[in-house]
Protein backbone atom coordinates (compact mmCIF):
# COMPACT_ATOMS: atom_id res chain seq x y z
CA UNK A 1 0.00 0.00 0.00
CA UNK A 2 3.04 2.77 0.72
CA UNK A 3 4.04 2.28 -2.96
CA UNK A 4 0.56 2.97 -4.10
CA UNK A 5 0.62 6.12 -1.84
CA UNK A 6 3.74 7.35 -3.57
CA UNK A 7 2.86 6.23 -6.87
CA UNK A 8 -0.93 8.35 -6.63
CA UNK A 9 0.37 11.16 -4.63
CA UNK A 10 3.81 11.13 -7.28
CA UNK A 11 1.04 11.33 -10.62
CA UNK A 12 -0.76 14.19 -8.50
CA UNK A 13 1.69 16.27 -7.28
CA UNK A 14 3.22 16.61 -11.04
CA UNK A 15 -0.31 17.44 -12.39
CA UNK A 16 -0.85 19.84 -9.73
CA UNK A 17 1.94 21.87 -10.45
CA UNK A 18 1.09 21.80 -14.14
CA UNK A 19 -2.34 23.04 -13.74
CA UNK A 20 -1.32 25.40 -10.73
CA UNK A 21 1.09 28.04 -11.80
CA UNK A 22 -1.09 28.32 -15.05
CA UNK A 23 -4.04 29.20 -12.86
CA UNK A 24 -1.67 31.45 -10.16
CA UNK A 25 0.07 33.12 -13.24
CA UNK A 26 -3.59 34.01 -15.02
CA UNK A 27 -4.70 35.25 -11.43
CA UNK A 28 -2.22 37.49 -11.04
CA UNK A 29 -2.44 39.10 -14.25
CA UNK A 30 -5.68 40.23 -13.07
CA UNK A 31 -4.29 41.52 -9.55
CA UNK A 32 -1.20 43.26 -11.35
CA UNK A 33 -4.64 44.70 -13.70
CA UNK A 34 -6.87 45.98 -10.61
CA UNK A 35 -3.03 47.46 -9.20
CA UNK A 36 -2.39 49.26 -12.77
CA UNK A 37 -6.00 50.32 -12.58
CA UNK A 38 -4.93 52.33 -9.38
CA UNK A 39 -2.17 53.54 -10.36
CA UNK A 40 -4.62 55.62 -12.35
CA UNK A 41 -5.33 57.62 -9.05
CA UNK A 42 -2.39 57.69 -6.65
CA UNK A 43 1.81 57.57 -7.99
CA UNK A 44 3.39 54.78 -6.82
CA UNK A 45 7.34 53.07 -7.60
CA UNK A 46 7.76 50.06 -9.29
CA UNK A 47 9.01 48.73 -5.16
CA UNK A 48 5.28 49.73 -4.11
CA UNK A 49 3.75 47.56 -6.81
CA UNK A 50 5.93 44.87 -6.15
CA UNK A 51 4.59 45.59 -2.14
CA UNK A 52 0.81 45.47 -3.10
CA UNK A 53 1.16 42.54 -5.05
CA UNK A 54 3.01 40.81 -2.37
CA UNK A 55 -0.10 41.86 0.14
CA UNK A 56 -2.29 40.12 -2.94
CA UNK A 57 -0.28 36.87 -3.04
CA UNK A 58 -2.71 35.12 -0.17
CA UNK A 59 -6.00 36.04 -1.78
CA UNK A 60 -4.53 34.52 -5.43
CA UNK A 61 -3.43 31.59 -3.35
CA UNK A 62 -6.73 31.15 -1.87
CA UNK A 63 -8.61 31.62 -4.75
CA UNK A 64 -6.06 29.32 -6.77
CA UNK A 65 -5.84 26.20 -5.23
CA UNK A 66 -9.12 25.20 -4.72
CA UNK A 67 -9.39 25.38 -8.06
CA UNK A 68 -6.50 23.53 -9.23
CA UNK A 69 -6.90 20.84 -6.72
CA UNK A 70 -10.24 20.08 -8.47
CA UNK A 71 -8.58 20.21 -11.66
CA UNK A 72 -5.65 17.85 -10.79
CA UNK A 73 -7.89 15.40 -9.40
CA UNK A 74 -10.16 14.65 -12.31
CA UNK A 75 -6.96 14.74 -14.51
CA UNK A 76 -5.13 12.37 -12.58
CA UNK A 77 -7.63 9.79 -11.75
CA UNK A 78 -9.27 10.26 -15.43
CA UNK A 79 -5.56 9.77 -16.84
CA UNK A 80 -4.57 6.55 -14.86
CA UNK A 81 -8.52 4.84 -15.93
CA UNK A 82 -7.90 5.56 -19.49
CA UNK A 83 -4.26 4.40 -19.16
CA UNK A 84 -5.76 0.95 -17.37
CA UNK A 85 -3.37 1.80 -14.64
CA UNK A 86 -6.41 2.01 -11.60
CA UNK A 87 -7.76 -1.14 -13.65
CA UNK A 88 -4.73 -2.92 -13.03
CA UNK A 89 -4.78 -1.82 -9.03
CA UNK A 90 -8.10 -3.02 -8.98
CA UNK A 91 -7.77 -6.20 -10.73
CA UNK A 92 -4.81 -7.22 -7.74
CA UNK A 93 -7.53 -6.83 -5.27
CA UNK A 94 -6.87 -3.32 -3.88
CA UNK A 95 -10.53 -1.43 -3.56
CA UNK A 96 -11.52 1.64 -4.89
CA UNK A 97 -11.88 2.98 -1.56
CA UNK A 98 -8.16 2.12 -0.50
CA UNK A 99 -7.29 4.20 -3.49
CA UNK A 100 -8.81 7.09 -2.18
CA UNK A 101 -6.55 7.27 0.99
CA UNK A 102 -4.17 9.05 -0.24
CA UNK A 103 -6.19 11.69 -2.32
CA UNK A 104 -7.92 12.19 1.60
CA UNK A 105 -4.49 13.18 3.19
CA UNK A 106 -3.76 15.51 0.53
CA UNK A 107 -7.20 17.20 0.51
CA UNK A 108 -6.82 17.59 4.36
CA UNK A 109 -3.44 18.90 4.08
CA UNK A 110 -4.76 21.43 1.76
CA UNK A 111 -7.90 22.42 3.23
CA UNK A 112 -5.83 22.92 6.34
CA UNK A 113 -3.27 25.28 4.46
CA UNK A 114 -6.67 27.18 2.94
CA UNK A 115 -8.28 27.53 6.67
CA UNK A 116 -4.37 29.50 7.75
CA UNK A 117 -4.47 31.54 4.71
CA UNK A 118 -7.74 32.76 4.75
CA UNK A 119 -7.84 33.12 8.92
CA UNK A 120 -4.95 34.04 9.55
CA UNK A 121 -2.75 35.72 6.50
CA UNK A 122 -5.59 37.32 4.23
CA UNK A 123 -6.93 39.48 6.93
CA UNK A 124 -3.64 41.02 8.02
CA UNK A 125 -2.53 41.11 4.67
CA UNK A 126 -5.92 42.69 3.14
CA UNK A 127 -5.27 45.27 5.55
CA UNK A 128 -1.83 46.24 4.48
CA UNK A 129 -3.15 46.76 1.21
CA UNK A 130 -6.11 49.14 2.26
CA UNK A 131 -3.58 51.16 4.51
CA UNK A 132 -1.02 51.61 1.88
CA UNK A 133 -3.53 52.29 -0.43
CA UNK A 134 -5.11 55.08 1.97
CA UNK A 135 -2.18 56.35 2.82
CA UNK A 136 -1.09 57.18 -1.05
CA UNK A 137 -4.48 58.62 -1.50
CA UNK A 138 -4.11 60.83 1.22
CA UNK A 139 -0.70 62.04 0.00
CA UNK A 140 -2.29 62.65 -3.62
CA UNK A 141 -4.60 64.71 -1.52
CA UNK A 142 -2.24 66.90 0.07
CA UNK A 143 0.24 66.88 -2.92
CA UNK A 144 0.41 71.18 -2.73
CA UNK A 145 1.26 72.36 -6.70
CA UNK A 146 2.89 75.48 -6.87
CA UNK A 147 1.73 78.85 -7.91
CA UNK A 148 -2.28 77.32 -8.02
CA UNK A 149 -4.79 78.77 -6.54
CA UNK A 150 -7.76 76.91 -4.58
CA UNK A 151 -6.28 74.11 -3.10
CA UNK A 152 -7.03 72.83 0.90
CA UNK A 153 -5.24 71.09 3.36
CA UNK A 154 -8.12 70.12 5.70
CA UNK A 155 -10.58 73.59 6.10
CA UNK A 156 -7.39 75.42 5.22
CA UNK A 157 -6.66 77.28 1.63
CA UNK A 158 -2.90 77.12 0.82
CA UNK A 159 -1.05 78.48 -1.72
CA UNK A 160 3.07 78.00 -2.80
CA UNK A 161 5.15 79.71 -5.07
CA UNK A 162 8.16 76.74 -5.38
CA UNK A 163 8.19 72.82 -4.00
CA UNK A 164 11.04 70.64 -3.76
CA UNK A 165 10.91 67.40 -2.11
CA UNK A 166 8.42 68.40 0.33
CA UNK A 167 10.02 71.64 1.36
CA UNK A 168 7.44 74.46 0.58
CA UNK A 169 8.46 78.34 0.22
CA UNK A 170 6.81 81.68 0.67
CA UNK A 171 3.38 80.19 1.31
CA UNK A 172 0.24 81.16 2.22
CA UNK A 173 -3.09 80.00 4.07
CA UNK A 174 -6.16 81.56 4.47
CA UNK A 175 -8.67 79.93 6.32
CA UNK A 176 -12.31 81.29 8.53
CA UNK A 177 -12.21 79.93 12.16
CA UNK A 178 -15.65 79.12 14.21
CA UNK A 179 -16.40 83.04 14.91
CA UNK A 180 -16.54 83.61 11.13
CA UNK A 181 -13.20 85.57 11.35
CA UNK A 182 -10.97 85.67 8.43
CA UNK A 183 -7.18 84.51 8.96
CA UNK A 184 -4.27 84.81 7.18
CA UNK A 185 -0.78 83.08 7.48
CA UNK A 186 2.32 83.38 5.95
CA UNK A 187 5.31 82.08 5.72
CA UNK A 188 9.14 81.83 4.06
CA UNK A 189 9.16 78.13 4.17
CA UNK A 190 7.25 74.99 5.28
CA UNK A 191 6.87 71.30 4.67
CA UNK A 192 3.86 68.21 5.05
CA UNK A 193 4.48 65.30 7.48
CA UNK A 194 2.53 62.47 7.70
CA UNK A 195 2.86 60.65 11.25
CA UNK A 196 0.55 57.21 11.57
CA UNK A 197 -1.24 58.78 8.72
CA UNK A 198 -1.77 61.97 10.34
CA UNK A 199 -1.13 64.67 8.12
CA UNK A 200 0.55 67.91 9.61
CA UNK A 201 1.85 71.49 7.99
CA UNK A 202 4.40 72.88 9.43
CA UNK A 203 5.45 76.42 9.16
CA UNK A 204 8.60 78.40 9.38
CA UNK A 205 9.24 82.31 10.12
CA UNK A 206 6.42 83.83 9.09
CA UNK A 207 3.39 85.96 10.29
CA UNK A 208 -0.86 85.38 11.40
CA UNK A 209 -2.93 88.06 10.84
CA UNK A 210 -7.00 87.80 12.26
CA UNK A 211 -9.62 89.81 10.74
CA UNK A 212 -12.49 90.61 12.82
CA UNK A 213 -15.22 93.69 12.61
CA UNK A 214 -13.04 97.10 13.08
CA UNK A 215 -10.01 95.02 14.41
CA UNK A 216 -6.73 93.37 12.88
CA UNK A 217 -4.73 91.23 14.81
CA UNK A 218 -1.03 90.43 14.00
CA UNK A 219 1.62 87.30 15.67
CA UNK A 220 4.75 86.73 14.48
CA UNK A 221 6.65 83.55 14.98
CA UNK A 222 9.49 80.96 14.09
CA UNK A 223 7.10 77.66 14.14
CA UNK A 224 3.45 76.86 13.45
CA UNK A 225 2.10 73.63 13.16
CA UNK A 226 -1.41 72.70 12.39
CA UNK A 227 -2.82 69.57 11.80
CA UNK A 228 -5.43 68.24 9.23
CA UNK A 229 -8.97 67.95 10.53
CA UNK A 230 -10.55 65.40 8.20
CA UNK A 231 -8.44 63.30 10.89
CA UNK A 232 -6.46 60.42 9.80
CA UNK A 233 -6.45 58.74 6.40
CA UNK A 234 -5.28 55.31 6.60
CA UNK A 235 -7.08 52.25 7.62
CA UNK A 236 -6.56 50.83 11.19
CA UNK A 237 -5.35 47.67 11.97
CA UNK A 238 -6.28 44.78 14.04
CA UNK A 239 -4.94 41.69 15.37
CA UNK A 240 -6.54 38.25 13.57
CA UNK A 241 -8.48 37.40 16.73
CA UNK A 242 -10.42 41.10 17.07
CA UNK A 243 -10.64 40.92 13.46
CA UNK A 244 -12.59 37.96 13.74
CA UNK A 245 -14.18 39.14 16.64
CA UNK A 246 -15.76 42.02 14.77
CA UNK A 247 -18.00 38.99 13.31
CA UNK A 248 -19.83 38.73 16.32
CA UNK A 249 -21.78 41.86 15.66
CA UNK A 250 -20.82 42.36 12.08
CA UNK A 251 -23.02 40.30 9.81
CA UNK A 252 -20.97 40.90 6.77
CA UNK A 253 -18.13 40.18 8.35
CA UNK A 254 -19.33 36.59 9.71
CA UNK A 255 -20.77 35.74 6.12
CA UNK A 256 -17.57 36.59 5.05
CA UNK A 257 -16.32 33.59 7.70
CA UNK A 258 -18.76 31.75 6.29
CA UNK A 259 -17.78 31.68 2.76
CA UNK A 260 -13.88 30.98 3.45
CA UNK A 261 -14.64 28.29 5.67
CA UNK A 262 -16.76 26.61 2.86
CA UNK A 263 -13.96 27.76 0.66
CA UNK A 264 -11.51 26.22 2.76
CA UNK A 265 -12.91 23.31 2.98
CA UNK A 266 -13.90 22.57 -0.57
CA UNK A 267 -10.59 20.16 -1.23
CA UNK A 268 -11.99 17.96 0.92
CA UNK A 269 -15.68 18.34 -0.11
CA UNK A 270 -15.03 17.92 -3.79
CA UNK A 271 -12.46 14.74 -3.77
CA UNK A 272 -15.33 12.06 -3.75
CA UNK A 273 -17.73 14.35 -6.38
CA UNK A 274 -14.90 14.45 -8.84
CA UNK A 275 -13.93 10.98 -8.18
CA UNK A 276 -16.82 9.57 -8.70
CA UNK A 277 -17.48 10.73 -12.57
CA UNK A 278 -13.23 10.32 -13.01
CA UNK A 279 -12.77 6.67 -12.19
CA UNK A 280 -13.89 4.88 -14.97
CA UNK A 281 -13.49 1.24 -16.88
CA UNK A 282 -12.40 2.72 -20.44
CA UNK A 283 -13.50 0.16 -22.09
CA UNK A 284 -17.42 0.67 -21.25
CA UNK A 285 -17.23 4.50 -19.88
CA UNK A 286 -15.73 7.89 -21.51
CA UNK A 287 -14.17 10.39 -19.95
CA UNK A 288 -15.43 13.24 -19.47
CA UNK A 289 -12.61 15.63 -17.16
CA UNK A 290 -13.52 19.18 -17.82
CA UNK A 291 -17.65 18.71 -17.39
CA UNK A 292 -17.01 16.86 -14.15
CA UNK A 293 -14.44 20.25 -13.59
CA UNK A 294 -16.73 22.91 -14.08
CA UNK A 295 -19.93 21.30 -12.90
CA UNK A 296 -18.23 20.40 -9.25
CA UNK A 297 -16.72 23.90 -9.88
CA UNK A 298 -19.87 26.25 -10.64
CA UNK A 299 -21.65 23.96 -8.00
CA UNK A 300 -19.51 24.46 -4.49
CA UNK A 301 -18.38 28.15 -5.59
CA UNK A 302 -22.05 28.92 -6.30
CA UNK A 303 -23.21 27.48 -2.54
CA UNK A 304 -20.34 29.42 -1.08
CA UNK A 305 -21.57 32.46 -3.25
CA UNK A 306 -25.21 31.99 -1.38
CA UNK A 307 -22.85 31.66 2.04
CA UNK A 308 -21.24 34.92 1.48
CA UNK A 309 -24.58 36.71 0.69
CA UNK A 310 -27.14 35.30 2.56
CA UNK A 311 -25.64 32.04 5.03
CA UNK A 312 -26.07 31.49 8.34
CA UNK A 313 -23.94 29.05 10.85
CA UNK A 314 -26.98 26.41 10.09
CA UNK A 315 -26.46 26.53 6.45
CA UNK A 316 -22.85 26.49 6.46
CA UNK A 317 -23.27 22.77 8.66
CA UNK A 318 -26.00 21.78 6.09
CA UNK A 319 -24.14 22.51 2.78
CA UNK A 320 -21.19 20.89 4.34
CA UNK A 321 -22.80 17.40 5.82
CA UNK A 322 -24.81 17.74 2.19
CA UNK A 323 -21.92 17.96 0.07
CA UNK A 324 -20.13 14.87 2.05
CA UNK A 325 -23.03 12.82 1.76
CA UNK A 326 -23.63 13.22 -1.79
CA UNK A 327 -20.01 13.30 -2.61
CA UNK A 328 -19.51 9.16 -0.69
CA UNK A 329 -23.23 8.24 -2.15
CA UNK A 330 -22.14 8.98 -6.17
CA UNK A 331 -18.58 7.37 -4.92
CA UNK A 332 -20.40 4.23 -3.95
CA UNK A 333 -22.80 3.97 -6.57
CA UNK A 334 -20.43 5.14 -9.76
CA UNK A 335 -17.13 3.56 -8.02
CA UNK A 336 -17.18 1.53 -4.93
CA UNK A 337 -19.66 -1.09 -6.46
CA UNK A 338 -18.11 -1.76 -9.52
CA UNK A 339 -13.84 -1.51 -7.86
Known sequence: MVSIRSYLSSNFTKTFLTL???????ISLVYLVKISILTAKIQITFSELIQLFAYSIPTILFHTIPISFIASVATTLQRLSTDNELVALFALGVPARKVMYPLIFV??????????????????TNQLYNAFKDSKKAEMTFNIIPEEFGQKFGRYYIYITDENEGKFKNTVIYYQDDNHSDQIVSANSGEMLNKDGVFSLILYDGKGYTFEKDII????????????????????????????????TDDQRKRKMLFYGFISL?????????????????????????????????????????????????????????????????????VSRYF
Open 266 to 334: IPILSLYLVASFSIINPRYQKGHSFIVIGATTILLYFIASSLDKYGTPIMLGIAIVASLIAGIVLFQKQ
Open 217 to 248: RQIDYKKLQTYDTLGKHVSTMSGVGDYWQQSL
Open 20 to 26: FLPFFFI
Open 107 to 124: ATLFSILLFIISFATMPQ
